[in-house]
């Protein structure tokens, strides 16, 4: 019986359920690379591919084979498709000589392509929708052995579970979709619907399965105006976009917040056509839409009843340092990082904004929270978690969405170093006290740790302070100074800066600096144990003379040292300068007076030792000389 290749390529269900899993997107799917490079190993086979096939095309989603001879997420035409035999026939196509096989001898795989051997496992999902398949190939007749036809079998079924997989997660994403009151419509990067919700459906008067795999200009051109405009914009400078237009068809004021994404644009639309007649009702409809998109705008974590993430959207990646695919499946607490205050104080896992949300049921607006990376970096974020409604009143997950505030705490932080410096050495008139403070002060919101040198009266550096923000390190720090003071021969950067009376930035600590200035191998290995990764050495200049050196050293490993912080730190010895220049203009005043007195004193002295006549001769006074 003749295979009916278009009713069943073109069935309706199939392609929706094609579409509503995303096989179509043209993004690179690590999972299923992996499969058809097991399918490779298994068989000894030359190519294997893992492909869907819709209505009118094959799309590639995975390709291990010779460079060039297929292509990954290129559309091919089904003429050059065995794959679309498996997929009609619902059933493994094996295929041990083409040439001689009655289905495929004359097609154009075989003519074409030169393909000779076939074995194709259709992806056959649980709806019963056949999607694609997973096969193998050669360019020469062989025989599949019973042990690679099963194999090729089992590698299918996960790829059908990873499909299965991502379907569920998809309707779990349209249940909160659903729940949200604003309406929603996702396209893809060629402009066709893959998704509306039921607002979105009621609002724009149109069903569904009337849209899903249409193009945006198709079923709306009257939007072919700001929408086409500012959309495409969007996706070019990949960048957030809101605008107002007038839907003149529905006779509707709609305000669109359209987020691109590689995955296409996801557009957020409200119904403003009564707050364009209503000024105020206008200002609080737009305040309520700003509280409402406020989680979206910034990075999103939705998690579930079980306490593990379900969604984390692209912002959430860049903030957390990790890809969504290994971020989703995780609790929310997860070991890979360590939560703090702002002030870098360890919190509890019941502490965490959204414990507290699961643990109340109430929402948690504006709470600023640090994060550690493995790295050694770590961040402040502010974040709003509010609970998902379950049934009978329970809490059916939690969303949640933040911010990095980091620059702001930061910069905070640094306002307050300035103004607590100011009060320290404003109140003292000894340089080395005003030096040891700034020190002291600097760790460990500038340094984790940090040392002092100044120019003694002959010309020589001497330490003033050192100090370590680990307790542990700070013995090793006094240990290394006692037993290896500054030799003014060393190539070392803070001698260097007092020299040149330029600051030195070290972005990244070379290991041959440890050669450079280490005295010996003692000295080199104390010095490595510091761990010193980034390094700031600044002087500090009076009227053009380099009296001291501040070195601030970072040994985080995610702290590295920029331009902002040189800047910084060249204000802060700015700063010293000054309080160094009063002090010692206010000892030099305080010699010359000293001085005056112990002339005017030895004046006394003199005046109450001479005689009446010397006296009178020392005062010009001339009265004898008149008689």
Known sequence: MPLDFVATLADPNRVAALQGVGLLDGLVEE????????????????????????????????????????????????????????????????????RMHRLVGSDMAVSRRGVQAYLGIPLLMGDGHVLGTLCVLDFQPRAWTPEQIEGVSDLACIAVAEIETRRSAQREAAQILESITDAFVALDPGWRLTYMNGRAAQLLGRKPEEMIGRCMWDVFPAADGISHRELHRAVAEQTVVVYEEFYSALDTWFQVHAYPSPEGVSLFLQDITED??????????????????????????????????????????????????????????????????????????????????????????????????????????????????????????????????????????????????????????????????????????????????????????????????????????????????????????????????????????????YDEIAGDADHRGMLRELGVRSAIFVPVVVRGEGVAVISLLSSAPGRRYDDKDLAFAEELARRTAVAVDNARLYGEAQDALRTTQRRATQLRGIDGRLPGDQLGALGGGGGGAGN
């Open 276 to 513: 364009k007649r209503a000024a105020l009702e206008l200002e609080q409809t737009r305040e309520r839409l700003t509280r409402t998109l406020e989680t979206v705008a910034d990075g999103l974590l939705i998690i579930g009843a079980d306490r593990r993430i379900t969604f984390a959207n692209p912002v959430a990646e860049r903030i957390l340092r990790v890809a969504a695919s290994r971020i989703v499946g995780h609790t929310y607490d997860d070991a890979r990082w360590r939560y703090r205050t702002p002030s870098g104080v360890p919190l509890a896992p019941d502490e965490l904004p959204i414990a507290r949300v699961f643990a109340s049921g109430e929402p948690v607006y504006g709470s600023a929270m640090g994060i550690e990376f493995p790295t050694g970096e770590w961040v402040v974020l502010r974040i709003n978690a509010a609970p998902l409604a379950g049934d009978h009143g329970s809490i059916a997950g939690v969303v949640a969405s933040f911010s990095d505030i980091t620059h702001r705490i930061r910069a905070e932080q640094r306002r307050r170093l300035l103004a607590e410096t100011g009060d320290a050495i404003t109140g003292s008139l000894d340089r080395h006290a005003i030096l040891a403070a700034v020190a002291r002060l600097t760790v460990p919101v500038l340094a984790d740790y940090c040392v002092v040198d100044v120019v003694n009266d002959r010309g020589f550096t001497a330490r003033v302070e050192l100090i370590h923000a680990d307790p542990g390190k700070q013995e090793l720090l006094r240990e290394i100074d006692r037993r290896y003071p500054v030799d003014p021969d060393w190539p070392h950067p803070m001698l260097r800066a007092l020299r040149t009376r330029a600051s030195i930035l070290v972005p990244e600590i070379p290991d041959t600096l």
């Open 31 to 98: 999972t299923f690379d992996r499969l058809t490079r097991m399918a490779t190993r298994l068989t000894g086979a030359p190519v294997s591919l893992l492909s869907v096939v819709g209505a009118h095309d094959q799309v590639c989603k995975s390709v291990c084979a010779p460079a060039g001879s297929y292509l990954p997420n290129v559309a091919v035409s089904l003429e050059e498709s065995l794959c679309r035999y498996a997929v009609v026939l619902g059933e493994p196509l094996i295929v041990e000589d083409a």
